[in-house]
């Protein structure tokens, strides 16, 4: 029950991440069809808002780091498939 206008504004976001310059996903994606998508973090260790110097992920026990995640859908204007890949 999403109106028409908002799912076109979330589907041209989508596109964006994959297709656009300076999209969250543009250097990862490499495909012959057009597909939209959308990137995520979850963090695993909270980090105190008042945290004055932050750790780096990598400077993180690997099992306290950053999971990061990427679900695609494609094609672009006749969707037929979606792939969520995780990275923990």
């Given at each position: 029950?999403?109106?028409?206008?908002?799912?076109?504004?979330?589907r041209?976001?989508?596109?964006?991440?994959?297709?656009?310059?300076?999209?969250?996903?543009?250097?990862?994606?490499?495909?012959?069809?057009?597909?939209?998508?959308?990137?995520?973090?979850a963090?695993?260790?909270g980090i105190?808002?008042?945290?004055?110097?932050?750790?780096?992920?990598?400077?993180?026990?690997?099992?306290?780091r950053?999971?990061?995640w990427?679900?695609?859908?494609?094609?672009?204007?006749?969707?037929?498939?979606?792939?969520?890949?995780?990275?923990?």
């Amino acid at each position: 029950n999403i109106p028409q206008k908002d799912l076109q504004t979330i589907r041209k976001g989508m596109f964006d991440v994959c297709n656009t310059a300076g999209g969250t996903a543009t250097k990862h994606i490499n495909t012959k069809i057009v597909i939209a998508g959308k990137t995520g973090t979850a963090q695993v260790v909270g980090i105190p808002q008042d945290e004055r110097k932050r750790m780096k992920e990598e400077e993180l026990k690997y099992f306290s780091r950053s999971h990061a995640w990427l679900t695609t859908y494609g094609p672009y204007e006749n969707p037929q498939f979606v792939i969520t890949v995780f990275n923990p």
